[in-house]
């Protein structure tokens, strides 16, 4: 790895969340100012949402590296799509509590006969819930029956929901969620960073690990990063982690801008990276009243969307078929063209050439190209999104 050709102490770009390699960029200086008003209140819920790869995780782990373990007991779930019942046991286990059986109730008496002896030992408790847009909307309500729990009018739990963009739509629009919406104290959404935070970012994870300046970097590259990765920390680590391998490769002591063009390239073609630096906001969450009736139940998943796009896209052959079609009229009207220019004595026939059939045709190539564009970007995204999924559940399991 380019980590021994550089002379680094560790690997500066890893994707894992790690709270030593921190970096308070603007958005995360504010995220952490409301986590730190939030839980200086000991109840209720704070809410920190952000893009995929936005540094929540990270930021996360930076507070409870703060946190004196004496005064506060943290326990941290990472869901899948549970619903009330199964939350409530994957809870119990994060506290350490062992359940027998799959009983609901024995459950929820044991969490809270937990939280009042850590409340008596002088302790708060903290449940962290990450990927929490995957949750159901009764698993959401279990969560805020458990802030019910109180020792006298001391609240025993606090929850920090950490989550992508569409879960700050539905806890602000859903008519469902109004009493969890009630409880929340204190909320933040993580911005990418600033086009300007983007150099100082990749220097302090360099720094983190021993950089003393080797390998040096064109200022250009900074620029061309966040033009690149929209100014997402984990973006900017896939980059900048092939970047530098391919540094070490070449044996370059200087980084340049046409090295960052050529890993960006490769990065394209293998589809590690997606496309579009910026993920298209969901549609909000309409009240119920305004919502249209569907004829079925239709899988509303982005991946779903992604491979049901791809699967509508016209395919190649309709494509080469149109204009086949189209190259057929305008060989016809050339040939008669070229007879009648070299005076011919027996002139062929004028083809009548039918002039808004090639229009028409010309149009219908014009769209197919469109969505033969649109199918390659949206084939891309999704080989794009089943390679974070699959980074993620490789986090999970280290």
């Not at 936005?54 to 930021?59: F, P, Q, R």
């Not at 869901?79 to 009330?84: A, E, I, K, R, V």
């Not at 149109?322 to 083809?351: C, F, K, M, T």
Request: net charge negative; proline share 5%.
């Amino acid at each position: 790895m380019f980590d021994d050709f550089y002379g680094l102490k560790g690997k500066p770009f890893q994707l894992t969340p790690d709270a030593s390699f921190y970096f308070e960029s603007g958005t995360h200086r504010k995220a952490l100012s409301y986590l730190s008003y939030g839980l200086a209140q000991g109840e209720g819920f704070v809410v920190i949402t952000g893009e995929v790869g936005a540094g929540k995780s990270t930021l996360v782990a930076h507070l409870m590296a703060t946190i004196d373990p004496a005064r506060l007991t943290a326990a941290q779930v990472v869901t899948s799509s549970l619903d009330g019942e199964e939350i409530i046991h994957v809870i119990a286990q994060a506290f350490g509590l062992m359940i027998e059986g799959h009983d609901k109730a024995a459950a929820l008496g044991a969490i809270e006969g937990f939280l009042h002896e850590e409340a008596r030992a002088g302790r708060r408790c903290l449940l962290v819930v990450d990927e929490v847009q995957n949750l159901s909307i009764s698993a959401l309500e279990e969560l805020r029956m458990l802030s019910n729990f109180q020792l006298g009018a001391h609240p025993l739990l606090q929850t920090l929901l950490l989550g992508q963009p569409e879960f700050r739509d539905l806890i602000q629009l859903s008519p469902q969620l109004e009493q969890l919406r009630q409880r929340v104290i204190a909320a933040h959404h993580l911005d990418a960073m600033q086009p300007a935070e983007v150099q100082p970012y990749v220097e302090h994870r360099l720094s983190c690990v021993g950089w003393q300046g080797n390998p040096s970097f064109d200022q250009r590259v900074f620029a061309e990063l966040y033009e690149a990765s929209g100014g997402v920390p984990r973006r900017i680590n896939q980059i900048f982690n092939r970047l530098m391998l391919l540094g070490a490769v070449e044996e370059r002591t200087r980084i340049d801008a046409a090295m960052l063009q050529q890993v960006l390239a490769e990065l394209a073609d293998d589809t590690a990276l997606p496309l579009s630096t910026r993920r298209p906001r969901p549609e909000p969450v309409r009240a119920p009243g305004n919502l249209p009736r569907p004829s079925a139940q239709v899988d509303a998943s982005p991946a779903y969307q992604a491979v049901a796009a791809a699967e509508a896209a016209p395919s190649n052959a309709d494509f080469e078929a149109a204009l086949a079609a189209r190259d057929a009229q305008i060989s016809e009207l050339q040939q008669a063209v070229l007879e009648l220019a070299n005076g011919n004595e027996h002139p062929a026939p004028v083809v009548s050439v039918d002039n808004g059939a090639v229009d028409a045709l010309n149009q219908r190539i014009e769209e197919l190209e469109a969505r033969l564009v649109e199918q390659e970007q949206t084939v891309r995204h999704t080989l794009a999104m089943l390679v974070e999924w699959l980074e993620a559940d490789e986090q999970i399991a280290a």
